[in-house]
Nanobody, 121 residues
Framework: QVQLVESGGDLVQAGGSLRLSCAASGSIARINDMAWYRQAPGQQRELVAVITSGGSTNYQDSVKGRFTIARDNAKNTVFLQMNSLKPEDTAVYYC???????????????WGQGTQVTVSS
């Protein structure tokens, strides 16, 4: 059993900051890529940022320079620091991790339950 638990979502004014966290737990042998996605009402889920096990990162163009993804491999945790927030950043934010479970060779994607971020204008 593997679980991803997110935290940090909140209501914030435009221009403010939030830090999201996502901790993975369970029978984990290895975590490969970790990522944050978001889904606004009526919209498809979209990739916001991704970080490899080696620390390489990539961002959606709309968040470059404002958001920073980081991970703590010792704690199986990924973070998303969000600065200069805009109303269009309002969405449910989901973390995703590509995980190899113990006694397995397969890499499977696991998702968190989502955390709401609301940015008021």
């Amino acid at each position: 059993q593997v679980q991803l638990v997110e935290s940090g979502g909140d209501l914030v004014q435009a221009g403010g900051s939030l830090r999201l966290s996502c901790a993975a737990s369970g029978s984990i042998a290895r975590i490969n890529d970790m990522a944050w996605y978001r889904q606004a009402p009526g919209q498809q889920r979209e990739l916001v940022a991704v970080i490899t096990s080696g620390g390489s990162t990539n961002y959606q163009d709309s968040v470059k320079g404002r958001f920073t993804i980081a991970r703590d491999n010792a704690k199986n945790t990924v973070f998303l620091q969000m600065n200069s927030l805009k109303p269009e950043d309002t969405a449910v934010y989901y973390c995703k991790a590509d995980i190899t479970r113990m006694w397995s060779v397969r890499i499977n994607p696991y998702w968190g339950q989502g955390t709401q971020v609301t940015v008021s204008s």
